[in-house]
């Protein structure tokens, strides 16, 4: 069987970093992001039982790096003995460049592989078995703001609020375009074990989720753009106190922060957040997206700019 879905990537506002269990891949903290709308992965698989090994192409080229994390994804949805899979992958953005296109490859992945081996799962088991390839997959199966609890043995994910109901736009700041010298996972682990600032960063985040939770209940853009920057400088500062330090960002990324302060400076409703990557991301409301992104464009350095809305739910697009 064949099928295809297409899911969107999600940025944190209160960011998941570190694994409470790693070999199920559980975080060790609660987080809340926003599904985007116009950045998207579509993923076709189709199961042959002629094929000896599965096979990837991303954008029209074979990807034998990234091919072991999908295969095994496919263990954990389709079961295993399976028949072999052709994987077939289109992505709108630049892939490990820091704008979680991990979490919207194994969303769609999911849901492809799902119905492509004749499974009827719902959302919650979705995003469980998506959150077990990719920590934060399991958002993307979500649209608009999306909350993640990490339990004892599973994760929880709900919808906050629908992206028409507080239609927030996002502009992207693209600093570099290629791969992350470090993946997340492994970060991760260098932050767990070395940060004087991990345990603070894992026993304060419920204040963060708590607060964010408030301001999205009360659409209060000044008390979310607070705590969303506050907590993506928290996770960066305890990332820069490892050893040896992660630092994502570059030069590029500073100005853009910059950029963004004279902004809020001049009345702009606009705050940032960076993820595991040197890319920054500007939330406003509608009415500054084009003041916004005309400001990061013409910052030196910046590559592109990216413009998009709040998005919906991975979801399946066809089976065969």
Known sequence: MRATAIAQPNIA?????????????????????ITLNDLFTEMRVEFDSHL??????????????????????????????????????????PIAAGLASSASAFAALTVAAAAASGKSLDAEALANLAGRCSGSAARSLYGGFVELESRDRDIAVRALCGSDEWPLCVVVAVTETGPKAIGSTEAMEISRKTSPFYSSWVERQDEDLNAARAAIKDRDFEQLAVVAEHNCLKMHSMMWASRPPTVFWNSVTMRCLETIRMLQDDG?????????????????????????????????????????????AARLLDVA
């Open 268 to 312: 702009v409703a606009v705050f940032f957040t960076i993820d595991a990557g040197p890319q920054v991301k500007a939330i406003c409301l509608p009415e500054e997206t084009d003041n916004v992104r005309a400001s990061l464009a013409s910052t030196e350095g910046v590559i592109d700019v990216m413009v998009t809305g709040l998005g919906e």
């Open 52 to 93: 000896a090994a599965d096979s990837l192409s991303i954008n029209g080229s074979a990807d034998e790096a990234m091919l072991p994390r999908l295969s095994a994804c496919l263990d954990l949805v389709a079961g295993e003995p399976r028949s072999r899979a052709r994987i077939v992958s289109r992505c709108n953005f």
């Open 13 to 33: 506002l209160i960011k998941y970093w570190g694994k409470r269990d790693a070999q199920r891949n559980l975080p060790a903290v609660g987080s809340i992001s």
